[in-house]
């Protein structure tokens, strides 16, 4: 099993640019969720799901987007980007929404 | 409103100590407290977890100890080496529909040959 597979490992986007970051599981779990990552901030919840077809906002929800069509797979969009999104992002997957939560390798951000 | 607060925020100590890291919550609905390990450039993972109705869980070197009356939980890293050296994150989850994870914001530990 490959795990939690997140594509891109580095992108450099322009202000006003958008972009999709990738995340796919191939443990049939059914909670997926992203994440962003910032120096003195700890982990941030930005969207999840419980299943295919099912969404909600996490805590920095602004300026993001999600959908989930697969079991497998959990992109998320960026809008147009802007600086303050400079961030790493982490997708992570779970059976469920308590227990243990297993993180991609996560795509390091940078928004000029 | 910081949900789960985490101290200290880096934490240097030589090999052979015992590094203690501490968490405080202040929802007495949570319910799941876990710890997890991450090392520069990897995404984090679980390291060990513990509920409220027991008081301390060892897993190997690693120990967390909980207080549920001061709404408090630590990790103890027993015996510690270089290789222990990571960022470690508390967190916090109620269940139910509500389960989402809320992190402390990390300790970077640094365990000195």
């Given at each position: 099993n490959a795990g939690v597979t997140q594509t891109p490992k580095f992108q450099v986007l322009k202000t006003g640019q958008s972009m999709t970051l990738q995340c796919a599981q191939?443990?049939?779990?059914e909670y997926m969720s992203w994440y962003r990552q910032d120096p003195g901030m700890g982990l941030r919840l930005i969207h999840y799901s419980v299943g295919a077809g099912i969404t909600d906002q996490g805590e920095v929800p602004n300026g993001y987007n999600v959908s989930r069509s697969t079991t497998e797979d959990f992109p998320l969009r960026l809008l147009s980007a802007a600086p303050s999104q400079t961030s790493v992002y982490f997708c992570a997957s779970s059976l469920g929404l308590v227990g243990e939560q297993f993180f991609g390798p996560g795509t390091r951000l940078t928004v000029l | 409103q910081q949900q789960v607060k985490q101290s200290p925020q880096s934490l240097i100590v030589q090999k052979g100590g015992i590094p203690i890291i501490n968490c405080a919550y202040?929802?007495?609905?949570?319910d799941y407290f876990p710890w997890y390990q991450q090392f520069p450039g990897k995404g984090p993972a679980l390291l060990i977890a513990i509920r409220p109705d027991v008081s301390e869980k060892k897993e190997g070197r690693f120990t967390i100890s909980f207080n549920k009356s001061a709404k408090q939980f630590s990790l103890h890293i027993m015996d510690?080496?270089?290789?222990?050296?990571a960022t470690y994150f508390c967190a916090a989850s109620k269940g139910g529909s509500q389960g989402n994870l809320i992190f402390g914001k990390g300790t970077k530990l640094s365990v000195k040959p």
């Open positions: 191939d443990m049939n779990h | 202040e929802n007495t609905a949570f510690s080496q270089p290789g222990d050296s």
